[in-house]
């Protein structure tokens, strides 16, 4: 038995799929129906605070209605059988379902949906209710916006620095539900392999960074998940 074989993941808005929140690019992607620059960006903020809110405050209400599906339970059912130093998942999703299926220590590197920063105070805070007025606003009188990592924004340094940690000590780099195509999170995958680890992504398409992958489950995170866990343990137990 391997005990300090480990395993670092990048999941991304693919893996929440199953659990009915849309991806953002292909057909019915989040970004076919709305503009980037203008729900998406600091500017687009600046010019019109309350529609990036509708925004925002339409993905918190659906968000809650979703339950983490089989491919976010799996993982943390992986966690919990190697412990938590060994599998580190790294997510650009906001939309918590990771922890909520019971995974620790989640990276989150394009922030949450859950938390709120004030524009004036800078003070951020976790919430989990959903706003009555629209911008919502901070005790200090300020506006309130999503902690999202918008474009044109830096990730959060310290979150960053870790998932590259994380990426550059796996033995195994899981990449699940991402098209792999916004940096830096798909570096993350790319320094894995370069420092030698092993590469297997889940999606039913070929993503952009298949070309890394020694193995590809081309199926729905949810309906490979068993058979991923299955394939890590019997290397485990090797
Ligand atoms: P994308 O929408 O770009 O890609 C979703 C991927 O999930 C695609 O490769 C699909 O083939 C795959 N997929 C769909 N259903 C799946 C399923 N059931 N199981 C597994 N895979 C499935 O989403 P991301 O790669 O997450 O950033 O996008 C990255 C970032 O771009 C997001 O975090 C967001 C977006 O703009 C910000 O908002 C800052």
């Known amino acids: 038995m391997k005990n300090n074989f480990r395993i670092a993941c990048l999941t991304g808005a693919g893996i929440s799929a199953e659990s009915g929140i849309a991806t953002f690019r292909g057909m019915g992607g ?15 903020f600046r010019k019109n ?3 990036v809110w509708e925004f925002y405050e339409a993905r918190r209400k659906q968000a809650l ?19 938590e130093k060994n599998v580190c998942i790294t997510t ?14 989640v990276l989150e ?37 999503p902690a999202i990592v918008w474009f044109g924004e830096p990730l959060p340094q ?11 000590r796996a033995n195994l780099y899981l990449v699940i539900g991402t098209s792999g195509v916004v940096e830096p999170a798909a570096s993350l995958a790319k320094i894995a392999a370069s420092e030698g680890a092993v590469v ?20 729905k995170a949810g309906e490979a998940m068993d058979l991923v866990i299955e394939e890590i343990l019997k290397i485990i137990k090797e």
């Open 30 to 44: 989040m970004w076919e129906n709305h503009s980037i620059e203008e729900v998406a960006t600091p500017e687009g």
């Open 65 to 83: 209605s979703c339950k983490p599906n089989k491919g976010h339970i799996g993982l943390a059912r992986l966690q919990e059988i190697l412990g």
């Open 158 to 168: 310290d979150i960053f620095k870790n998932a590259l940690f994380e990426a550059r």
């Open 49 to 51: 605070p309350l529609l």
């Open 200 to 219: 297997w992504e889940v999606n039913p398409e070929e993503s952009a960074l298949a070309y890394l992958c020694q193995k590809s489950f081309r199926s």
């Open 109 to 145: 590197l394009h922030g949450s949906l859950w938390k709120v920063r004030c524009t004036k105070c800078q003070n951020e805070r976790e919430t989990f209710e959903l706003f009555d007025d629209l911008p919502p606003k901070c005790s200090c009188g300020g506006i309130l916006r």
């Open 92 to 105: 650009q999703n906001v939309d918590g379902l990771h922890q909520r299926a019971g995974t620790k220590n």
